[in-house]
């Protein structure tokens, strides 16, 4: 699919509350590009809360429900019934957060195991930005946040492997430095039946502390360096062509590099960094055999 | 009820143009209308005609994405004259 | 046609005949057998709802919810334990104005762990927004549950109907069902469109920042149409009549008692037995606590009012006399009683009353 292709309607409309080179904001604009108008966005507590307008300003053109922050994948599942019910043609997305997957983990397991019909869209910041910067889940390993202010001790859970294990009919991870591919996936996902989950990584200018024009920069360095694994799920297990490369350690760029540009990695020793690029060693492993498993 | 309703509104956050600091100027002649600034623009900024893009700046935060994203080096970031 | 049915499967039987479009609930004991039943309905091809085993009963909430906003007609039920946790969605439905049915099946709160009846829990919803009704028996769980679907529809509020934990939800009673005909003539389809939509192709945003007046807008609005419900009960059109009260002997009652709930059929046992020795006593029973019966409690005239009830609001008492004092012309006084499931019988209500009458009654009963 070519990027002149894609459709030039706007789903997203500018003037919208989003930071300057919010990943949020690039995740959003391209929906509509993969899914037309045939989607109904809910939208639990976080970010995007604020980015869908105020007052009886939406910045959608879109129908979007906001919800309770851990209940957006079960309001999906009563959405898609109705939909089918009443024959009305469309598909539930939820869109939150690494919040709305931390707080709605249990949600998000049940509408999974029962293959209720969705999109599950994960727009991970690694943190919870709405609230101010605060560890989560999913937050990278030794990152500064407000509540870890000497660095994350906590574990970094892989979200889109957990639904991977839930068999989920279609997984996949995606970032907004490759939009193209989240688009692909977005438009392989649709055509899907079934809960279907994809892990959008979001860098996050405020938040990891890096100036606005490089959003796309960071997030495309997260994957150089291996930090950031691109898949698909869906039935097969298939790296990604950007991630590709880099299943070959040694063609990985330097995990400082990607670290040492963002404020919240500041404070990293070599031994931290040697220790988190052990962890991505492993990632990988697991990885590489679950491309063999379902081969 | 109907407080609860929203509609789609361009600009729901008023004129955040006014937001910048930094201004994309572009150069036609050195874009090749690859598209890239105009996927990778947060605010669906920018628009694509025939033979150039449009900046829409009574929306542009100034982000400065586009300017990194272009190969061709059109955009470039300047900052805005103090008023 | 009369069938022997549990409150439980009474309230089942109601919701397969109000063609309800989507059910979601998760099991706690007494409610589990409503869900069993449905469940069982929608299997048999006897209900065409969808049915969802969620996995808890925040996201049971939550999927009705949703499938509420999508336009179709919605059903869970919960008890206690349950309801809390589903309670942040109970208050978004409410403010959602979305005509949601719940049937609460009572149950004491803990812990430690209780699974017998006791009203606290019903009355957590007090100020959300929901419609609150109180069967005293099997029949009436039946009807308040059809009454319940057409009532919350007309009016954009969800509607709750309680029944007692073991004591109306695990007892056989007989149940007059009238014909399918009959309701689908009292209770059309639901209106798709109302109060709001959420479809593909319908731009709409619904439920996100706006104005602190909204809030405010919101509430007042809810206040104002809840007390429409008085009238839409009494008028429902449905085969039998109903009030947000029930007079039982209060004509010439010098004494009266305000109560709700199953343990009422007793109660009147032990009024009709003062009755017989020539005390005048009578009972104003509550079948709705929400939108609260004002007009009704204020209207009584007597020497003194009772009001016994299955709840306390520490720090302050009694929750239903508290609410009944507020309106009242006559003195209130106020017993608590029976929470925990604590069983309160004919003869405990004969004891208690007699004692009421002669000014000699303290606050608890045990």
Redesign the interface.
């Known amino acids: 699919m070519k990027?002149?292709d894609?459709s030039?309607e706007?789903y997203?409309?500018?003037?919208?509350?989003?930071c300057?080179?919010?990943?949020h904001?690039?995740g959003l604009?391209?929906l509509g590009m993969a899914l037309g108008d045939r989607f109904v966005l809910v939208v639990p507590a976080g970010c995007t809360t604020i980015i869908?307008?105020?007052?009886?300003?939406?910045?959608?053109?879109f129908p979007c429900l906001h919800v309770p922050f851990a209940s957006a994948p079960a309001v999906a599942t009563g959405l898609g019934s109705a939909f089918k019910k009443l024959g009305k043609n469309g598909i539930p997305v939820v869109w939150m957060g690494d919040g709305g997957s931390d707080i709605g983990f249990a949600t998000l397991s049940g509408a999974c195991v029962r293959k209720d019909d969705m999109i599950v869209i994960v727009s991970d910041n690694e943190a919870y930005m709405n609230t101010g910067i605060q560890t989560s889940g999913t937050t990278f390993w030794k990152a500064k946040t407000t509540t870890s202010p000497k660095g994350k001790k906590e574990e970094k859970k892989d979200l889109a492997l957990i639904m991977l294990m839930h068999k989920a009919d279609y997984v996949a991870t995606a970032s907004v430095g490759y939009?193209?591919d989240f688009i692909e996936k977005l438009k392989r996902a649709s055509e899907i039946e079934g809960f279907r989950f994809i892990h959008l990584h979001s860098p996050c200018p405020p938040g990891w502390g890096f100036?606005?024009?490089?959003?796309?920069?960071v997030a495309r360095m997260a994957v150089k360096c291996g930090a950031w694994i691109l898949w698909e799920f869906d039935g097969k297990f298939k790296i990604s062509t950007q991630s590709k490369p880099y299943k070959d350690k040694k063609r990985r760029l330097p995990l400082a590099d990607y670290l040492k540009r963002q404020r919240r990695f500041r404070h990293l020793s070599d031994e931290d960094i040697a220790e988190i690029e052990r962890r991505i060693d492993e990632q990988w492993k697991i990885i590489l055999a679950l491309e063999k498993v379902f081969s | 009820?109907e407080?609860?309703?929203?509609?789609?509104?361009?600009?729901?956050?008023?004129?955040?143009g006014l937001?910048r600091t930094f201004k994309p100027v572009y150069d036609v002649e050195k874009c090749n209308l690859?598209?890239?600034c105009w996927?990778?623009c947060?605010?669906?900024?920018i628009?694509?005609l025939e033979d150039r893009i449009v900046i829409?700046y009574?929306?542009c935060?100034?982000?400065?994405?586009c300017?990194?994203?272009c190969a061709k080096k059109a955009i470039e970031?300047v900052r805005e004259e103090e008023t | 046609m009369k069938k022997i049915l549990t409150g439980n499967y009474a309230v089942a039987e109601a919701v397969k005949m109000a063609r309800t479009e989507f059910i979601a609930a998760y099991p706690i004991t007494p409610q589990t057998t409503i869900v069993e039943r449905l469940a069982e309905m929608v299997e048999r091809g006897e209900l065409s709802a969808e049915f969802v085993r969620v996995e808890s009963e925040h996201s049971a909430l939550a999927a009705v919810y949703g499938a509420s906003a999508g336009g179709l007609r919605a059903f869970t039920a919960t008890s206690s334990h349950g309801l809390l946790y589903m309670y942040e969605m109970c208050w978004w439905v409410a403010n959602?104005?979305l005509p949601v049915v719940m049937a609460l099946v009572t149950r004491t709160i803990g812990p430690p762990w209780n699974i017998h009846t006791d009203h606290t829990d019903l009355l957590t919803l007090r100020d959300s927004g929901w419609i609150l009704a109180m069967s005293e028996n099997a029949q009436e769980a039946f009807d308040l549950t059809l009454i319940g679907f057409k009532v919350a529809e007309r009016i954009?509020l969800p509607f709750a109907v309680g029944l007692d934990g073991f004591q109306v939800s695990h007892t056989a009673e007989v149940v007059d069902i009238p014909e399918q005909e009959e309701i689908d003539r009292f209770l059309p389809e639901r209106r798709r469109d109302r109060?709001?939509v959420i479809e593909p192709g319908n731009?709409?945003?619904?439920?996100?920042l706006?104005?602190n007046?909204?809030a405010m807008?919101?509430r007042h609005?809810m206040m104002r149409d809840i007390e429409k419900v008085g009238d839409l009960v009494r008028n429902s059109g449905y085969i039998r009549d109903y009030d947000l009260v029930e007079k039982y002997r209060l004509e010439d009652a010098e004494y009266v008692v305000v109560m709700m709930g199953a343990w009422c059929g007793d109660a009147k046992d032990a009024i009709d037995i003062l009755r017989d020795e020539g005390v005048q006593i009578g009972m104003l029973r509550l079948r709705f606590v929400r939108p609260f019966p004002a007009k009704e409690i204020a209207k009584i005239d007597c020497k003194k009012i009772l009001v016994v009830e299955r709840d306390s609001s520490i720090g302050k008492g009694g929750i239903i006399a508290t609410e009944v004092k507020s309106v009242a012309d006559s003195p209130v006084q106020s017993v608590m009683a029976g929470l925990g499931g604590v069983d309160v019988g004919v003869e405990d209500f004969v004891a208690m009353f007699r004692r009421f009458v002669e000014g000699d009654l303290g606050e608890w009963w045990m």
């Not at chain 1, 997203?12 to 989003?18: C, E, I, M, R, S």
């Not at chain 2, 407080?3 to 955040?16: E, L, N, R, V, Y």
């Not at chain 2, 935060?61 to 994405?65: A, F, L, S």
Request: aromatic share 6%; net charge positive; glycine share 10%.
């Open positions: 990027i002149k894609l030039k706007k997203l409309l500018p003037g919208t509350t989003a300057q080179g919010c990943p904001a690039l604009k391209t869908a307008g105020s007052r009886d300003k939406s910045a959608f053109k939009l193209q100036d606005s024009s490089e959003t796309v920069e | 009820m407080c609860m309703i929203a509609k789609p509104s361009k600009g729901s956050a008023g004129k955040t937001w690859c598209h890239l996927l990778y947060p605010e669906n900024a628009d694509v829409d009574d929306y935060k100034g982000c400065g994405i300017a990194k994203i970031m | 959602s104005r954009d109060p709001f731009p709409i945003t619904v439920g996100g706006t104005t007046e909204c807008m919101l609005d």
